[in-house]
């Protein structure tokens, strides 16, 4: 069956710094999604990608869905505190009828 | 307010015993799910259903039963054949999976913890 996989399993970074986690998949993918979990909480939604090497901008984060849709990344320019917390990718495959998480990638950050 | 409730928050449950976790939502959307999250992990898919009177299992479906009698209601049955239950237990809700895909609204989550 379809499996998602990230890297890294956890970041820690200084704020102020850079922040990347990648997203693969076994199969093609019909989209992709992203979710952000901060401690102690529920998954919240951050965007979803369609298209082969998507680009999308929220403030400080960049989404980018691979070419060839079987990945994806989300990098986070000049982290904050606010931004600690559990990243998540959801990946649907072509013939799919929900979507597949990742394990996530938790980023600290410290002060 | 439009959204997706759980309940309860926190759960104990003697070994041996069922419990019900209740998932509510008033989004009007067709599909729902029930996801596991141990600590440190990501989410584990128990069942979803993507129509009332219908539902099917996940990854990780023994020991867990579900129904959907409503649109609104997605209750989850973690019955004494579970033998590790002790976890975070998250329902979702989105649109019906199709091309153009809606977020996934998440409850708050209910903890279980058997005793």
């Known amino acids: 069956g379809q499996q998602v996989m990230q890297i890294p399993q956890y970041q820690h970074v200084q704020e102020g710094e850079d922040f990347t986690t990648y997203c693969n998949s076994s199969t093609t993918l019909s989209n992709i999604q992203w979710y952000k979990q901060r401690p102690g909480g529920h998954p919240v939604f951050l965007i979803q990608l369609v298209k082969s090497g998507e680009v999308k901008k929220q403030k400080r984060l960049t989404f980018q869905f691979g070419e060839a849709k079987k990945n994806s990344s989300l990098h986070i320019t000049a982290t904050q505190t606010t931004d600690v917390g559990t990243y998540f990718c959801?990946?649907?495959?072509?013939?799919?009828?929900?979507?597949?998480f990742g394990p996530g990638t938790r980023l600290s950050v410290l002060p | 307010d439009g959204g997706i409730t759980q309940s309860p928050k926190y759960l104990f449950r003697k070994e041996g015993q069922n419990v019900t976790l209740s998932c509510e939502q008033n989004l009007n959307h067709d599909a729902m799910y029930w996801y596991r999250q141990d600590p440190g992990q990501g989410l584990r898919l128990i069942y979803y259903s993507q129509i009332v009177n219908d539902f099917q299992k996940g990854d990780i479906a023994e020991g867990y039963s579900v129904s959907r009698e409503k649109k609104e209601s997605f209750p989850l049955t973690v019955t004494s054949a579970q033998k590790n239950p002790t976890a975070f237990y998250l329902c979702?809700?989105?649109?019906?999976?199709?091309?153009?895909?809606?977020?996934?609204?998440f409850g708050q989550g209910t903890r279980l913890t058997v005793v």
């Open positions: 979702a809700s989105s649109s019906f999976p199709q091309e153009g895909d809606t977020e996934a609204f």
């Open positions: 959801a990946g649907r495959g072509r013939t799919g009828l929900n979507f597949v």
